[in-house]
């Protein structure tokens, strides 16, 4: 159980291009969903707090216009990276709190690797 | 905010040997992960702790959350060359509060030589 998917796990896209990353729930429903970036060799860095049916919190120095973050449904999260530049090339990883679990656990989905060239 | 050091930031041991990390807090915690990453891969939950003390074992692996609320270890016994990956300890302050974020340690590089 506890299973987090992630669409597409590699994108390769043209610089001001807009990409979007889907991230579901298979097994479970998520009131509340993440976005991370990870760099390389170093942590997972949280980007943004997705709650079900209102606006994502983002963490301070992501721009929000700039990763547009859309939680429609209980098992479905969307990160769409607009006009893509070099630097926005990075591991895009989503994770899932099922929704009334004890506990801040999260799951993981695979990442998605986004290269802009 | 919340800081987490975890250590060793690697480790190279041989098939066979037992492992230990540990990681601790500037503040109390009530929820200890335990994740595993592949390269390439998201990572994968491991064991979750949420009452001091609690001791929690998933095949070799075993893990406790300290006494003070400040700490918690991961310990690998018997390792195998799939044990390979990097080992992240994570945290919150929250008991289902009202943003449930996760605070990250750096990780532990495990290298198993066969």
């Known amino acids: 159980g506890a299973v987090v998917s992630q669409h597409p796990s590699r994108v390769i896209c043209k610089s001001g291009t807009s990409v979007k990353i889907e991230c579901r729930s298979l097994?479970?429903?998520?009131?509340?969903m993440f976005w991370y970036r990870q760099f390389p060799k170093q942590s997972l860095m949280l980007m943004a707090t997705s709650n079900e049916g209102s606006k994502a919190t983002y963490e301070q120095g992501v721009e929000k216009d700039k990763f547009l973050i859309n939680h429609a449904s209980l098992t479905l999260s969307t990160l769409t990276v607009t006009s893509a530049h070099p630097e926005d090339s990075s591991f895009y990883i989503c994770s899932a709190r099922p929704a009334g679990a004890w506990g801040d656990t999260q799951y993981f989905g695979p990442g998605t690797r986004l290269t802009v060239l | 905010g919340q800081q987490l050091n975890q250590s060793p930031q690697s480790m190279f041991i041989q098939e066979g040997e037992d492992v230990s990390m540990n990681c601790t807090s500037s503040?109390?915690?009530?929820?200890w992960l335990w994740y595993k990453q592949d390269p390439g891969e998201g990572p994968v939950l491991l064991i979750a702790?949420?009452?001091?003390?609690e001791l929690t074992s998933n095949g070799r692996l075993t893990a406790q959350f300290g006494i003070t609320r400040k700490d918690s270890f991961l310990n690998i016994s018997a390792s195998i060359p799939s044990d390979v990956g990097i080992y992240f300890c994570a945290g919150s302050p929250n008991s289902g509060g009202s943003n449930y974020k996760l605070t990250f340690g750096k990780g532990t590089l495990l290298t198993v030589n066969p």
């Open positions: 503040s109390i915690f009530n929820t």
């Open positions: 702790l949420y009452k001091a003390g």
């Open positions: 097994d479970f429903q998520a009131t509340t």
